[in-house]
């Protein structure tokens, strides 16, 4: 059976990013994007709706995201989908769907100099191509935090 993971988001941080370091000391940054999307409804009433995703950023990445961006920053964010399921300290069985960044492009943001006259600031940070050792370690260690989903 085929199968495809990709996710591309373009929106707004909503808060700073989440800079922490694992045991091991790899970097992982939590980046809360607000994604909008603007449709008309069968009444041609102008709607608006909004998705709260949370990506996961990790290595020299994190630390460039932690670096550049803040709250209000554009970000446009190529990843995959991953989930993962924990049990909190009431014993409740917790989960959550979260984007794996694998490239994080900033766009710049509201209120922000711009690089040239009208044109924004861009600044990539990609990810390596090998996946990180601690991944899966900080994960587990990360069972006991609240996380939204």
Not at 54 to 71: D, I, M, P, S
Not at 100 to 114: C, H, L, W
């Amino acid at each position: 059976m085929a199968s495809y993971n990709k996710v591309l988001l373009m929106g707004n941080l909503t808060k700073d990013p989440e800079l922490r370091y694992t045991p091991q000391g790899t970097a992982v940054a939590n980046l809360r994007l607000a994604v909008n999307r603007k449709f008309k409804t069968k009444d041609q009433e102008l709607k608006e709706e909004v998705c709260f995703i949370t990506a996961v950023v990790w290595n020299k990445q994190a630390e460039t995201c932690n670096q550049y961006l803040h709250k209000g920053s554009s970000v446009f964010v190529e990843g995959r989908l991953q989930s993962r399921t924990w049990e909190d300290n009431t014993g409740a069985k917790r989960s959550v769907i979260e984007v794996r960044a694998e490239r994080v492009q900033f766009m710049g943001s509201p209120g922000q100099k711009s690089a040239g006259a009208g044109q924004p600031e861009t600044h990539q940070a990609e990810a390596p191509t090998d996946e990180p050792s601690s991944e899966s370690t900080w994960l587990a260690e990360s069972e006991d935090e609240p996380h939204e989903g």
